[in-house]
Structures are given as structure tokens and as C-alpha cells.
């Protein structure tokens, strides 16, 4: 049955984007620091047509997050765009013409617009009746596949509390950012109950596999 | 050499103690839930005269943690007795006539005190001149072992940022308090470089060993 997983990388101080985000730092300033790993490895550079890179303790994570992607789901500040209605000439998404998702996005906001066609099988379908709903669509979507959460940290937080989250794949990286938007919080008065199912000890950060407890 | 070394238990959501901080919960309301791998172990519940307990994955890391154990430092509001002077009737700690110490402790303070000498061989001294002078007479104290640093997060948070601390073995526990005292936070313009030296995948709590980055 199709799952809803989120592979989101921390710092050590909690955050999963820097401040000041904006469409040129779109993780914010220091944010790129959380993905270091990512940008290191083999396997991860051939799918951006780059050279190069390291195979190493963090590449099954990463080929895991991939084997079983379906769909995509995000929120509005993660496609970005800043808040409000699309306008006239709307923005396409942070990703250029061919994003590297290769399977439908669907983004929550809550300015309705039409599918966005983009190259190499990416779809962005745009949600505008909730988390619920765009869970739904996109588990139709990904068939016997997974569904992906993207970011940002609030729509996380709002998979989170309400227990639609199956898996949490939190990498935590060893740096502080000091500021920025932080993973953990808003989890209401009865947050989730996660158990740990497994751990990688990637070069640059460590990999916990949660779950939510039996 | 004797190092410092800071062994403390963290929630997912950074925090190493829940709110409301008492005499009748030091650990603040759900802290105690950070400290449940601890009550479990065999080797604990030993040190304290009970019986009973297991032996898991987690037993060599609060083992290492007491071999090496010479010396340790706190802040003034892990000892407790509330901020301010001492009065006349001086507050004796959180942990009774014989605590779990059996070692100097050095207790951070802005309120001159004489050395006060429990049983079990625990003797608390209080240090005004700061937190340097605070690791050097502890270091002292501690010969060829080391300084174990105690909290409360401020405490770890000066150290942390000074560079003065050698090792952090940070224990996660899968639980979210949703507010408390929170650990990593005013590292200020440059913060520690941190490395992960060491994974231990405990049950209920994953410990996570750093130290400086070279």
C-alpha cells in the first residue's frame, strides 16, 4: 500500500532551511549546508548529469528515497513563488523547465490555478482543498508506489500531528544554523509518538529512520 | 589528558528539559520521559540499590560515561534552590545526603558559598569567577580523569561556545516535549564545528558522540 514518507535533512540545532529564503537561496542562508551529502554522492550527481561524486554509507539512503517515488507532495512555500495569487505570468517552480521529481507534484496553496506540464514527466497539480485531499490525490497518483513529502517545515509539522505521516527519514546534519525554519514544533497537544527503525552513519550526517509506535 | 565531556539526553524537538522547571520536577513536566533508557539499565538501577533492570545496547555508553567520570561541573539551576543568594537555611540539592556524584562538583554560581561536603564523597564547591575558572578547578580535581559537564542548557550552551567542550554524547529519545529548555541555541556568530565520531542505536534513545571537527 502506498506510504507517505518525508526525507528532509536537520541541523543539529533543528532547522531544515536557514533564514531569509528567498528564490535565489530558496533553503535560506546556510541552508545548502544540509545537503552536502547529497551533493557529494555519485548517484545523486548522474541524475543531474554530473560527473563525478562518492559512493559512500549514504547512497542506499538516497537510492531508497528514489526506488519507491509515486508522487510528490509539497507546500506552496517549498514550490515557492511568494504567497498570494499566481498572477499573469506565474512562476514555474525553483526546478527549471525539467524538475527532478519525473513524477506528479501536488502542491498545497491556496490559490487554485491548472496543471503545470513540465519536461521529463514532472506534473505540478495544485491543491486547494487541504492536506487530506492532496494526500489522496496523490496516493492515486503513485500507484503502488510511495508518496514523498516535500517541505516546507509547516506542512511537515501539519502531516505530523495529524498521524497521515508513515515514515520520517531525518538526516541530521552537524552544523548549527542559529536561525531559520524549524522542523519541530506546532505538533499540537498530542504530538506523535515515533519509534527509531534504523540508523546510518553517513560521511556529514546521520541517518534516523522513524516510524510512528506501535 | 582530562577532557570535558558532556553527556545529556535531548527530545526530538531539542529540548533536555520540559517546562515549568521545581524542586518536585527538576526535569520540568515530561522531562523525565528523557531519562526512561536510563531508569531501565541494569548497571543504573544498581548504582542507585535496585534491583532489577536490563542489559541493551545503551549499558557501555552510561558505562564509559561513569569510567572516566573525575570531576563535574554545573550550572547553578541544575544544583537548584531557585536564583538568588543562598539565605540561611542554604538549599543541599536535588539529590539528597549521599548523591549520585561521589566526586567534586563544581557548581556555577553568583553567590559565594563555603564547599559543602556530602556523603559518598561528593563535595560541592561553588565557583563565582565564571565558567573557565570553573573547568580549570575541576580539571584539577579530576587528575588523569575527566570533567563531566551537567546542565542546565545555558550552562552547556557558554561551553559549547567557548570551545572548551571536547566531547557531547547527545542520547535522542524519540519524544516531543513542545516546549522546555531547549539545548542548541545562543552558539552565537560561530558556532562549534561539530564531527559524529560514534553511533550507538539504543532502545529508546539514539546516542549520537561528537566532538570538534579538525
Known amino acids: 500500500m502506498s506510504e507517505l514518507r518525508c526525507f528532509i535533512s536537520m541541523s543539529l540545532d533543528g532547522f531544515v532551511a536557514g533564514p531569509n529564503q528567498s528564490a535565489?537561496?530558496?533553503?535560506?542562508?546556510?541552508?545548502?549546508?544540509?545537503?552536502?551529502?547529497?551533493?557529494?554522492?555519485?548517484v545523486w550527481r548522474k541524475e543531474h548529469g554530473e560527473k563525478g561524486g562518492e559512493t559512500n554509507a549514504s547512497t542506499p539512503v538516497w537510492e531508497r528515497r528514489n526506488a519507491s517515488l509515486g508522487a510528490v507532495v509539497m507546500g506552496r512555500n517549498m514550490f515557492g513563488g511568494g504567497p498570494?495569487?499566481?498572477?499573469?505570468?506565474?512562476?514555474?517552480?525553483?526546478?527549471?523547465?525539467?524538475?527532478?521529481?519525473?513524477?506528479?507534484?501536488?502542491?498545497?496553496?491556496?490559490?487554485?490555478?491548472?496543471?503545470?506540464?513540465?519536461?521529463?514527466?514532472?506534473?505540478?497539480?495544485?491543491v486547494t482543498d487541504g492536506i487530506e485531499a492532496a494526500l489522496e490525490q496523490a496516493k492515486e497518483a503513485a500507484g503502488e508506489k510511495d508518496v514523498?513529502?516535500?517541505?516546507?517545515?509547516?506542512?511537515?509539522?501539519?502531516?505530523?500531528?495529524?498521524g497521515l505521516l508513515d515514515e520520517l527519514d531525518l538526516s541530521v546534519v552537524p552544523v548549527f544554523l542559529g536561525e531559520g525554519e524549524?522542523?519541530?514544533?506546532?505538533?499540537?497537544?498530542?504530538?506523535?509518538?515515533?519509534?527509531?527503525?534504523d540508523v546510518v552513519d553517513g560521511p556529514g550526517a546521520t541517518h534516523l529512520r522513524y516510524r510512528p509506535a506501535h
Request: hydrophobic share 40%; charged share 15%.
Open 24 to 42: 535565489e537561496e530558496p533553503l535560506g542562508v546556510g541552508g545548502e549546508r544540509l545537503h552536502e551529502w547529497i551533493f557529494a554522492l555519485a
Open 148 to 162: 514523498s513529502l516535500g517541505g516546507g517545515a509547516k506542512v511537515i509539522q501539519q502531516y505530523l500531528a495529524t
Open 84 to 126: 498570494g495569487p499566481w498572477g499573469e505570468d506565474p512562476w514555474r517552480g525553483f526546478w527549471g523547465e525539467d524538475p527532478p521529481f519525473h513524477v506528479p507534484v501536488f502542491v498545497i496553496t491556496h490559490h487554485a490555478r491548472g496543471p503545470l506540464e513540465m519536461q521529463g514527466g514532472t506534473t505540478f497539480f495544485f
Open 182 to 197: 524549524r522542523l519541530f514544533e506546532n505538533l499540537g497537544p498530542a504530538p506523535p509518538q515515533l519509534e527509531l527503525v
